[in-house]
């Protein structure tokens, strides 16, 4: 090998370095070593090596108990949302255009709509004098009051609201490239609608479904905003005794303990998902293209076979019993007893955000329904320096976020699509780890680590553990955006003389704007939103708007609460709709 | 085999508004290879899927050896259709996708097995049974698509553009086979294209379609040879046409008067009706288009270019008088032909019985 190629591959090395760097150095200082060191704790105390934590981890029943709650709930929603977010996802990917935006504008808001706007809202809706308790009452059904919140109830359908956009998108992502001619085929070959569905657009919808339910699950067992607002004392999950032992007694080892606990099981998740259906299902659209071949053994795929065709030959049989369906519809069009459900499944996730409008101007607190109007919770909130304070602080805390997210992620999508840098698969989970880590294991492990060189309590330290959770999201969307980028514009640049600086400022750039733009919006509302970090990172001090919401909300229910619940609202309304303009402008180009 | 008539009446198809296809009529016998061609967005697809149960009419019957099929859905109506991308499902093998059709009409595993293995006989490709489709190549897919088709012997073979993604020669080698197949099977077959070259070797009938209606139907040679409209001369092969005027009709043909010409001229009909004094156009293949060096009377132009494409020279000439469009001829490419001289002046000619009149429509 010439020196010259040396240099060069030299050249190269160093290249690899400067666009992924900065990436791995955050991701290495703020998240394999806080973490780390939070594992560390667990089995380390003063006098060295212990085992101490977890014989009182198991000692008694307690914490095993919250363990199997905490695996029940997350189960329980995760099925709930996967199979109530199927019929959403799949007619939001055969619908035409127009529908889609509208159907999907539900989704988004709902999706970035606070999970602590959405839990209050509960609250208020199935409190003693909520909207639901009088309808009841109204109608005659119950004849005083029920207690509708505070058990495993309230928490499955808070949970299920917080997650089911999650579980639809992540779906849909896989359903819109399925191609569409397949189900018509089978029409043709002789398959009635039921079986074309089961044994046609069912199994290559499986991945989606798989990821949707991995996602779901891992991001449920890490929760704590739903159960601690919406649950009894039989609800607690295990990221409130990660909390509790912090704030309450600040026995990071036995919060070390949990927390190796709580990873564990994640982790074992993955590993059986990993086995079963491969990871790489997951993490591209390419893999959603190309299936992997069923790694089910032989007979496993025969039993699944019959069983979807039993579930085919069910359905149709249940489609002629139907009574005189149009049969001179289009072939196309969805039924509308699909359409039906997946409408009062949006209406449901997003009416308890909807309703906390007009309480937020009524004078007779929280009750339904709410009695005149005032602007008193809104003239209290903007008198208030503590929430005009946290307002601030979380808008600079994100558009801070969003601009070293963008910064640091965009140049590693590019060295993960664009260049040839060995172990890419390797690199790609090691940049997504911060998804699979349940949130609280960052916060308390970013906390021991910030406390001890000074950093709780600034903007900086906020910013830095915000962008370590939202830095994925970044580099997935851009990576998306890079591999549809069509790379022979560069050559072309460059054969009409473009030197590579001017062929990014005037081609790459250019055309990677719509997607660099909502990659930031998605950092900005990650950090907008994110609670778990801000909860400990802030020290007490310096609220974030979510950390303020849930200081106030966990003290007393107050409408004080519910205009801000609105402004936040009506603010992502707005973001999702300018955010969306600009991708289609972007499109349209 | 077995093998269907399929008869259309007033068949018609809007989205909005736009009309996808206009009330239609079309009438295919048993056996016959029919092939619907036109531009994109001329309503052969949206045919082809009215007859595949894949939409549905506005208005209009469509009949299977005389029974009404209009309102039966796709998986009732034993049509088999070959998709533009083949369709192929990419979550089964090869054997898999073309027992499918098989399974869904409950053939016996071991009889669905036999007839598997034949139809991969058929297509010649026995050994790739248990692959995936995205491990074959695109000619492979293709035939695997062709193979779950015939497997289950459906009584009509819709194609919707089947060679399009693929190269020149294997296209070529694919139009073979599929006649063959053709042949042996003796299938009703439509088939799509919007390649006239592949619409002439095919068919035993082309139906071309333009603007949601059908433009002319009939024979290769009708339709290259008696072109009924100016857009059906243009769309079909080469073609030169010449503004002109009838003068006389007779029990032979017609007498004309080319556009800023004096000197009258003879051309045939194309089997419509003329009168005398009528606007026409008159069609002049290029292989029709005799070349003399400048002299030999009739028409004189100016040699504009020179093309050798392979197995024919192409001479371009701007005729000498106003009011003409630029001409092509064409004849074979022989080594060592006289060269032409670009610029050189030249007189064209023609034989009275390949210069065809059409009704001057405008060229829609």
């Known amino acids: 090998?010439?020196?010259?190629?040396?240099?060069?591959?030299?050249?190269?090395?160093?290249?690899?370095?400067?666009?992924?760097?900065?990436?791995?150095?955050?991701?290495?200082?703020?998240?394999?070593?806080?973490?780390?060191?939070?594992?560390?704790?667990?089995?380390?105390?003063?006098?060295?090596?212990?085992?101490?934590?977890?014989?009182?981890?198991?000692?008694?029943?307690?914490?095993?108990?919250?363990?199997?709650?905490?695996?029940?709930?997350?189960?329980?929603?995760?099925?709930?949302?996967?199979?109530?977010?199927?019929?959403?996802?799949?007619?939001?990917?055969?619908?035409?255009?127009?529908?889609?935006?509208?159907?999907?504008?539900?989704?988004?808001?709902?999706?970035?709509?606070?999970?602590?706007?959405?839990?209050?809202?509960?609250?208020?809706?199935?409190?003693?004098?909520?909207?639901?308790?009088?309808?009841?009452?109204?109608?005659?059904?119950?004849?005083?009051?029920?207690?509708?919140?505070?058990?495993?109830?309230?928490?499955?359908?808070?949970?299920?609201?917080?997650?089911?956009?999650?579980?639809?998108?992540?779906?849909?992502?896989?359903?819109?490239?399925?191609?569409?001619?397949?189900?018509?085929?089978?029409?043709?070959?002789?398959?009635?609608?039921?079986?074309?569905?089961?044994?046609?657009?069912?199994?290559?919808?499986?991945?989606?479904?798989?990821?949707?339910?991995?996602?779901?699950?891992?991001?449920?067992?890490?929760?704590?905003?739903?159960?601690?607002?919406?649950?009894?004392?039989?609800?607690?999950?295990?990221?409130?005794?990660?909390?509790?032992?912090?704030?309450?007694?600040?026995?990071?080892?036995?919060?070390?303990?949990?927390?190796?606990?709580?990873?564990?099981?994640?982790?074992?998740?993955?590993?059986?998902?990993?086995?079963?259906?491969?990871?790489?299902?997951?993490?591209?659209?390419?893999?959603?293209?190309?299936?992997?071949?069923?790694?089910?053994?032989?007979?496993?795929?025969?039993?699944?076979?019959?069983?979807?065709?039993?579930?085919?030959?069910?359905?149709?049989?249940?489609?002629?019993?139907?009574?005189?369906?149009?049969?001179?519809?289009?072939?196309?069009?969805?039924?509308?007893?699909?359409?039906?459900?997946?409408?009062?499944?949006?209406?449901?996730?997003?009416?308890?955000?909807?309703?906390?409008?007009?309480?937020?101007?009524?004078?007779?607190?929280?009750?339904?329904?709410?009695?005149?109007?005032?602007?008193?919770?809104?003239?209290?909130?903007?008198?208030?320096?503590?929430?005009?304070?946290?307002?601030?602080?979380?808008?600079?805390?994100?558009?801070?976020?969003?601009?070293?997210?963008?910064?640091?992620?965009?140049?590693?999508?590019?060295?993960?699509?664009?260049?040839?840098?060995?172990?890419?698969?390797?690199?790609?989970?090691?940049?997504?780890?911060?998804?699979?880590?349940?949130?609280?294991?960052?916060?308390?492990?970013?906390?021991?680590?910030?406390?001890?060189?000074?950093?709780?309590?600034?903007?900086?330290?906020?910013?830095?553990?915000?962008?370590?959770?939202?830095?994925?999201?970044?580099?997935?969307?851009?990576?998306?955006?890079?591999?549809?980028?069509?790379?022979?514009?560069?050559?072309?640049?460059?054969?009409?003389?473009?030197?590579?600086?001017?062929?990014?400022?005037?081609?790459?750039?250019?055309i990677l704007g719509a997607g660099m733009m909502s990659s930031f919006l998605f950092a900005f509302a990650t950090s907008f939103d994110e609670l778990t970090i801000a909860l400990f990172a802030t020290g007490g001090l310096n609220a974030t708007l979510p950390k303020q919401f849930w200081d106030e909300v966990t003290l007393q229910v107050s409408p004080v609460i519910a205009a801000v619940s609105t402004c936040l609202f009506i603010f992502m309304g707005l973001l999702i709709f300018t955010a969306e303009r600009l991708r289609r402008r972007a499109a349209a180009r | 085999m077995v093998s269907s008539s399929l008869r259309i009446l007033g068949l018609s198809k809007r989205y909005g508004d736009f009309v996808a296809l206009a009330p239609t009529s079309l009438d295919v016998a048993k056996g016959e290879f029919l092939t619907l061609l036109g531009p994109s967005g001329s309503g052969k697809t949206t045919l082809l899927s009215l007859i595949a149960g894949l939409a549905h009419p506005d208005e209009g019957q469509i009949l299977v050896d005389d029974a009404d099929v209009t309102h039966s859905p796709a998986y009732a109506r034993d049509i088999g259709v070959v998709f533009q991308n083949y369709a192929l499902f990419p979550h089964m093998t090869v054997e898999d996708n073309i027992a499918f059709p098989l399974k869904m009409r409950k053939v016996s595993e071991a009889e669905a097995r036999r007839r598997t293995m034949e139809a991969l006989e058929t297509v010649r490709l026995p050994h790739v049974a248990k692959r995936f489709p995205r491990e074959l190549s695109g000619g492979q897919q293709q035939r695997i698509a062709l193979a779950r088709c015939i497997v289950y012997r459906p009584a009509i073979i819709l194609m919707d553009e089947p060679l399009g993604a693929l190269d020149k020669k294997l296209r070529d080698q694919m139009q073979l086979e599929i006649k063959r197949i053709h042949r042996e099977l003796r299938t009703t077959i439509i088939y799509v294209t919007h390649d006239q070259e592949e619409a002439m070797t095919m068919s035993d009938r082309i139906c071309l379609m333009n603007a949601g209606a059908i433009e002319q139907l009939g024979t290769p040679e009708d339709l290259y040879f008696r072109p009924r409209s100016v857009f059906v001369a243009d769309f079909l092969g080469e073609s030169n046409l010449l503004s002109a005027t009838v003068r006389d009709v007779d029990a032979h043909g017609l007498d004309i008067a080319l556009a800023a010409q004096a000197a009258p001229s003879r051309a045939v009909g194309n089997g419509a009706q003329f009168a005398a004094g009528e606007p026409i156009k008159v069609m002049v293949r290029p292989q029709n288009l005799q070349v003399a060096t400048a002299g030999a009377g009739g028409l004189t132009g100016r040699l504009v270019d020179v093309m050798i494409s392979g197995s024919l020279t192409r001479l371009y000439i701007a005729p000498e008088v106003a009011g003409l469009p630029q001409l092509v001829a064409a004849y074979p490419t022989r080594s060592g032909s006289a060269p032409h001289e670009i610029g050189q002046l030249v007189s064209l000619a023609w034989n009275p019985a390949d210069a065809v009149a059409i009704r001057d429509d405008g060229g829609r």
Not at chain 1, 154 to 178: K, W, Y
Not at chain 1, 276 to 289: C, D, Q
Request: with cysteine; aromatic share 10%; glycine share 8%.
């Open chain 1, 1 to 510: 090998m010439g020196a010259k190629q040396r240099a060069l591959s030299q050249g190269r090395i160093w290249s690899w370095v400067a666009m992924g760097g900065p990436l791995g150095l955050l991701l290495v200082l703020f998240l394999v070593y806080p973490v780390g060191q939070l594992l560390l704790l667990s089995i380390h105390n003063d006098s060295g090596f212990t085992l101490a934590q977890y014989r009182q981890l198991f000692a008694s029943s307690v914490y095993v108990d919250v363990l199997l709650i905490t695996l029940k709930i997350s189960l329980v929603t995760t099925l709930v949302c996967v199979v109530t977010g199927y019929p959403i996802a799949y007619l939001i990917s055969v619908v035409g255009k127009e529908r889609k935006a509208t159907l999907l504008f539900w989704v988004l808001l709902s999706f970035w709509t606070s999970f602590l706007v959405r839990a209050f809202a509960w609250i208020v809706l199935l409190g003693r004098n909520g909207v639901i308790n009088k309808l009841l009452l109204s109608l005659g059904i119950i004849s005083s009051p029920a207690n509708l919140l505070y058990n495993f109830g309230s928490v499955l359908v808070g949970m299920v609201n917080a997650l089911l956009p999650l579980a639809v998108l992540t779906m849909l992502s896989v359903m819109e490239n399925i191609d569409r001619n397949l189900p018509r085929a089978a029409a043709t070959l002789g398959a009635r609608p039921g079986m074309a569905f089961w044994k046609i657009y069912f199994p290559l919808s499986l991945p989606g479904v798989a990821a949707a339910g991995i996602m779901v699950f891992v991001t449920a067992i890490g929760f704590f905003i739903v159960p601690a607002l919406l649950g009894g004392r039989r609800d607690t999950m295990i990221t409130q005794l990660i909390i509790d032992q912090i704030q309450q007694t600040m026995n990071w080892g036995f919060a070390g303990a949990i927390s190796v606990l709580l990873l564990f099981v994640v982790l074992i998740v993955f590993a059986a998902y990993d086995r079963l259906l491969g990871l790489s299902t997951m993490t591209g659209s390419a893999a959603a293209r190309k299936p992997e071949p069923s790694r089910l053994s032989e007979p496993l795929a025969k039993v699944g076979d019959v069983l979807l065709t039993v579930l085919g030959t069910i359905s149709d049989a249940i489609i002629s019993l139907l009574p005189s369906r149009r049969r001179d519809r289009n072939p196309d069009q969805p039924g509308l007893g699909l359409q039906a459900f997946v409408w009062t499944m949006l209406l449901i996730i997003s009416l308890p955000t909807v309703l906390m409008i007009p309480l937020s101007f009524g004078k007779g607190g929280l009750n339904w329904p709410p009695q005149g109007f005032t602007l008193h919770w809104y003239e209290t909130v903007l008198a208030s320096p503590v929430w005009t304070q946290a307002m601030l602080r979380s808008l600079m805390v994100g558009v801070g976020t969003g601009l070293l997210a963008m910064l640091i992620g965009t140049p590693a999508a590019f060295l993960l699509v664009r260049s040839d840098i060995p172990g890419k698969g390797a690199w790609l989970a090691f940049i997504l780890s911060p998804i699979v880590v349940p949130r609280m294991i960052i916060a308390v492990g970013l906390f021991y680590v910030f406390a001890n060189i000074g950093l709780v309590g600034s903007a900086f330290g906020l910013i830095l553990g915000h962008t370590v959770v939202a830095v994925p999201y970044v580099v997935m969307t851009m990576m998306a955006v890079l591999r549809n980028y069509d790379t022979r514009l560069d050559h072309a640049a460059s054969s009409l003389g473009a030197r590579p600086f001017a062929t990014l400022r005037h081609v790459t750039f250019p």
